[in-house]
């Protein structure tokens, strides 16, 4: 049986000095069937990184005309024809090219045929958070449906979903808040701590964004 290429996905390349002595920073470049294409973004641009990733896959793979059985489509062109039709009109399109690159990350190998209830299940476990997975696959799903609708592949393809947490009943009130940033304040090693909570109290975004924030590139 040949051997299953894995589909392009994000490494992160250690530190390293060429063949001149030149040293090299860490930087995450994309791993496609032996190849290194440098993304030119360092470790703490993973959010970047990430949507470089989603841009060469919609670079790479392309629309094929006529209705294909799901057992010769692989995820990665679905993903490419939504990142090219879809995405561009989304309210915020850079957060759905993180989520595309990491579903392409898990998906990327794998043809339409192979999603399933246990291979989904299997992603959830393997996300940081269910709502994370839950959004994740989310967006494979809608990317899915535009494929078919499309008239790019001819059967239907079900996206098994984790179960929807409950909602939130309680947030922190004004004086807990404050007991939380005086704790992270006075230990040394916190303090870095207690200007995150302010920073993402008084702007409201989420962690990634506050942990990216910067004056400069």
């Not at 390349?13 to 060429?18: G, H, I």
């Not at 006529?66 to 057992?71: V, Y």
Request: glycine share 6%; aromatic share 6%; net charge positive.
């Amino acid at each position: 049986m040949p051997r299953r290429f894995k589909g392009p996905r994000l490494w992160l390349r250690p530190a390293r000095r060429d063949k001149n002595g030149k040293q090299h920073g860490a930087v995450y470049v994309i791993l496609d069937r032996g190849r290194q294409v440098s993304t030119g973004f360092t470790a703490d641009e993973s959010d970047r990184a990430e949507q470089a990733l989603a841009q060469y896959i919609g670079q790479k793979h392309q629309r094929e005309a006529g209705p294909r059985d799901p057992s010769r489509v692989p995820v990665a062109d679905v993903l490419a024809v939504y990142l090219t039709d879809v995405v561009p009109g989304h309210a915020r399109p850079d957060e759905s090219k993180r989520r595309i690159a990491r579903i392409a990350a898990f998906f990327g190998d794998k043809l339409l045929s192979e999603i399933n209830g246990q291979v989904c299940r299997a992603y959830a476990r393997a996300a940081s958070t269910d709502a994370m997975a839950r959004r994740d696959l989310e967006e494979l799903r809608a990317a899915i449906n535009h494929h078919r609708h499309e008239g790019l592949h001819d059967r239907i393809v079900s996206v098994v979903l984790p179960p929807r947490r409950p909602a939130r009943e309680r947030w922190l009130d004004r004086s807990e808040v404050a007991k939380l940033l005086r704790t992270a304040w006075r230990r040394p090693k916190c303090k870095q701590l207690a200007r995150f909570i302010l920073f993402a109290l008084y702007t409201g975004r989420r962690s990634t964004v506050v942990c990216n924030a910067s004056f400069h590139r």
